[in-house]
């Protein structure tokens, strides 16, 4: 590819998680590719099918855009939430003592502030994520434009809060109940699905590239 390419995959090839364990083989390319394209990953697994107790994960990669405004807007939050919840204890408290009403209402209104100043906070949170979700939402779409594939084997974005969960349409327990030869097929459907995707990403990637050295 090219040096912004290669210094991905030293980058990457350094990354564990929380036990230790490096990001999975058959979802690395994919890493390096959205990173390649301006998408932050925070988080991924090709995913498994657990024989003892049967647990069935399915491929995903969450991604957030992450700044020095976007992380002084989390600690603010947490701040914010710690604060909401004391006047929320304070409210019930005073509720259970059966206090005057002037003193409950006068709590009601210093939880009920407390609270919106922290959602007010998750929504600029959410705001801010929405060019990075828009762009993937673009690659999908192109994607997707002249591939006709089963509504379940489909990529999709699923919103969690503040990040940004790709994914195939079917990861959402919609096989958990089938017979485990189906779960199988269904792993190897979805990571094909995620492989088919991140080599159109490397395309667009490499397309890039050469408009910048034509330019």
């Not at 988080?43 to 049967?54: F, L, N, P, V």
């Not at 600029?124 to 929405?130: A, E, G, H, I, T």
């Not at 779409?141 to 509504?151: A, G, K, S």
Request: charged share 30%.
């Amino acid at each position: 590819m090219d040096q912004h390419w290669d210094d991905l995959i030293k980058h990457f090839c350094s990354v564990s998680d929380g036990l230790g364990m490096p990001i999975d083989d058959e979802i690395f390319e994919t890493v390096v590719a959205l990173n390649a394209l301006g998408i932050t990953t925070t988080m991924s697994c090709a995913g498994h099918i657990t024989r003892d107790d049967g647990d069935v994960r399915y491929p995903w990669i969450n991604f957030s855009a992450s700044d020095d405004i976007i992380q002084k807007l989390k600690t603010e939050q947490i701040k914010l939430h710690k604060k909401a919840e004391k006047r929320q204890k304070k409210l019930m408290k005073l509720r259970k003592k059966l206090t005057s009403n002037a003193k409950l209402l006068a709590a009601q209104k210093k939880s009920h502030k407390a609270w919106h100043a922290y959602h007010a906070i998750g929504h600029q949170l959410r705001k801010l994520q929405v060019p990075m979700r828009q762009r993937v939402i673009d690659y999908l779409t192109q994607f997707y434009e002249n591939r006709p594939v089963l509504f379940d084997r489909r990529l999709i974005l699923d919103l969690i809060s503040t990040t940004t969960r790709l994914e195939s349409q079917g990861a959402a327990d919609f096989h958990l109940c089938e017979p485990r030869e189906v779960q199988i097929q269904k792993l190897a459907e979805y990571r094909e699905e995620m492989r088919a995707f991140t080599e159109f990403l490397k395309t667009i990637y490499l397309s890039q590239q050469t408009e910048k050295v034509a330019v």
